[in-house]
């Protein structure tokens, strides 16, 4: 009997953070799936760069360069948008979270590349991660109440917050499950099949269109690249029937249970085109590339789109213009990398995707030749190639970039089709001398401490946000106040509502009528969010009520430069330029408006009657 390689302890805290990281979360903060997971997958991390100082096989790490240049040119690009990033504090937390799927690819390619890892000791510990969090999905949709899943499937959320995550995460997971099918017998493979069905059918319970997208592209992926390589062409049809079956009766059971035939609506793309999320999807897109034009080269730095997306207008996006809310995202990776890192950093983003797919067909030309080489090798390279090309096809329409544990999965996926790319004599290796190990793991260990410091603050930061939420909620000024002051830190400046704490500082003096001390923390708001909506609205009525027209003027001018249909700064506005003689201004702010105001009403009939 062939005795089963036990686990290298040295692989242990991969697998404990691919195990663990997608139920890592808090309730108690605003922003439960992203700080925490990136405080968790830091500590889990600190481990390799020990391992990799104190290995002794160092002399024998190779490496394919080409690729590892870009990866740590991808990262050095970031840290330099620092330099130019409106807010540091924000470009810094971004360029971490890149440090973190560099650093996660590296370790997984280190494992597997020196044999400490074997793959089929991955995939199982995925499937069974991924068993185990698509319960948790399942969980949550026998709690929906409304029998129309439409309704209420955004309650679906898994531990990421956000069902279309969910979904990404669950598809990411794929070629790890796919790979233990094939590489596993016996319970071990019907715990992957279990793992498969119920994900799958999940994935597309859970209705995100881009990830139905991606795993669209994926599937035909393989298939053409199954049909023009593989040396015996024969399809398992038997096995293919059957699973088709059994998904298609999962489906079924699903809607025949809680579902709505009206569900199947939801992915006609015509339906989706005239839909209210599409229609503003594409205007932040027009606007993202507007911000693009004015800074092609090197962009705005890492986390600062937020910051300068409103001042192309969002008078065009009724759920920012009527509920006051900032964007986070762009949801479109592509457009949020070239408005943050500029068209060099889009480059060497989609270069080490580019990378990756040319190394990936000149391995699979080579299988064809090397009978001698597994067939497993081919469908590690088929199936993670495939869903790779997935994956940017879901970056065109939502945002798996900005969460940890999507980078994580995908820096492996990443590390797993390199190492079976460097199988194959004619791509080239190097050898990594003593010093550049030494060198690499000093850089990962200084960012890994790093990153648990300010994750700690960030963490905190938002762990005291609760007392923010709840004073205003309960309209407590004072409680607000105090509150505002003991949030803020080095490294918490904004909260996850995209609203800086010392806009809410401002807030509670406004409302205590101190405007003149809430004048101040309204200003620094804007000197680290400068088209911060409602720090601009606040000011200008706290200016106002100290009877300062000109300076309400200059804020509320910047205000309707960023919504145009904000009526009550229209009204203030159009009255003043009717007071200081500029009627044409005035005509053209006021015209048209149905306001109830004493003031504005005067103005207008002054107006008709010139």
């Known amino acids: 009997m ?74 050095i690009w970031q840290i330099l948008s620092i330099s130019w990033a409106f807010n540091p504090v924000e470009a810094i937390f971004g360029v971490q979270k890149t440090g973190l799927w ?100 999940l994935m597309l319970t859970l209705l995100g269109r881009a990830t139905l997208l991606g795993l669209f592209t994926s599937a035909l992926c393989s298939l053409l690249l199954y049909f023009i390589f593989a040396q015996q062409r024969q399809l398992p049809w038997k096995k293919i029937a059957i699973g088709s079956l059994i998904l298609i009766g999962g489906l079924f059971s699903v809607f025949a249970i809680k579902g709505d035939v009206n569900i199947l609506k939801r992915y006609n793309i015509a339906n989706f085109k005239g839909s209210q999320s599409a229609q503003e999807r594409l205007v932040m897109w027009e606007n993202t590339l ?38 986070a995202r762009p949801h479109n990776d592509f457009l949020w990398i070239a408005a943050e890192l500029g068209l060099i950093g889009l480059l060497i983003h989609l270069s080490l995707f580019l990378s990756l797919f040319v190394l990936t067909w000149i391995a ?46 995908l820096a492996v996926i990443m ?19 003593n010093i550049a190990n030494k060198l ?7 960012s890994l401490v790093s990153n648990l410091v300010m ?7 938002e762990h005291k946000s609760i007392a923010i939420q709840k004073a205003m909620s309960q309209q407590d000024p004072k409680a607000l106040e105090k509150a505002s002051k003991q949030v803020k830190n080095p490294f918490y400046q904004i909260d996850p509502l995209l ?44 200016n106002q009520q100290l009877n300062l027209p000109e300076v309400t003027t200059k804020y509320y001018e910047r205000l309707l430069e960023i919504n145009p249909k904000f009526i009550e700064a229209r009204e203030i506005v159009g009255v003043h330029y009717f007071n200081q003689g500029d009627h044409a201004k005035a005509q053209e702010l006021l015209e048209g408006l149905d306001s109830n105001k004493a003031a504005v009403q005067s103005v207008q009939r002054h107006l008709k009657g010139l």
């Open 290 to 327: 507007e911000m693009i034009g004015e800074q092609p080269v090197l962009g705005y730095g890492v986390g600062n789109w937020a910051l300068f997306f409103p001042s192309k207008g969002i008078d065009r996006i009724p759920r920012m213009a009527e509920y006051r809310k900032p964007a």
């Open 102 to 201: 560099l650093i996660t690819f590296w370790y997984a390619w280190w494992l597997l590349d020196q044999k400490k890892l074997q793959a089929k000791h991955l995939f199982l510990v995925v499937s069974i991660g991924a068993l185990l969090y698509s319960l948790v999905g399942w969980y949550q949709v026998t709690q929906v109440e409304n029998m129309s899943f439409m309704s209420d499937v955004n309650k679906i959320v898994g531990f990421s917050g956000n069902k279309n995550l969910f979904a990404i995460l669950l598809f990411l997971q794929l070629p790890f499950i796919l790979l233990a099918i094939k590489e596993h017998a016996g319970k071990w493979r019907w715990l992957s099949l279990i793992s498969l069905a119920s994900s799958l059918i």
């Open 415 to 433: 590390a797993y089709l390199l190492v079976l790319c460097s199988r194959y004599k004619s791509i080239p290796k190097v050898v990594l001398p």
């Open 499 to 542: 609203n800086p704490v010392d806009y809410y500082h401002g807030f509670a003096l406004l409302v205590q009528d101190k405007p003149r001390k809430a004048i101040p923390y309204f200003q620094k708001s804007l000197d680290i969010f400068p088209y911060h909506f409602n720090s601009l609205y606040y000011a200008g009525r706290a």
């Open 364 to 409: 699979i030309k080579h299988w064809q030749k090397q009978k001698e080489v597994s067939s497993s090798d081919f469908y590690g390279l088929l199936i993670c190639s495939s869903i790779l090309l997935g994956y940017l096809v879901i970056s065109f329409f939502d945002f798996p970039r900005e969460r940890v544990e999507l980078q994580a999965y």
């Open 2 to 75: 062939k005795q089963v390689q036990k686990i290298n302890y040295t692989s242990l805290p991969l697998l404990l953070a691919l195990l663990v990281l997608p139920f890592v979360h808090f309730n108690s903060l605003l922003d439960i799936a992203l700080v925490s997971k990136f405080l968790c997958l830091s500590f889990l991390l600190l481990p390799f760069p020990i391992f990799l100082w104190v290995n002794k096989d160092q002399s024998k790490t190779t490496s394919l360069p080409f690729f590892h240049l870009l990866a740590f040119a991808y990262y």
């Open 440 to 446: 690499i793991a000093l850089i990962f260990f200084i």
């Open 455 to 461: 994750g700690y603050y960030r963490w905190d930061g």
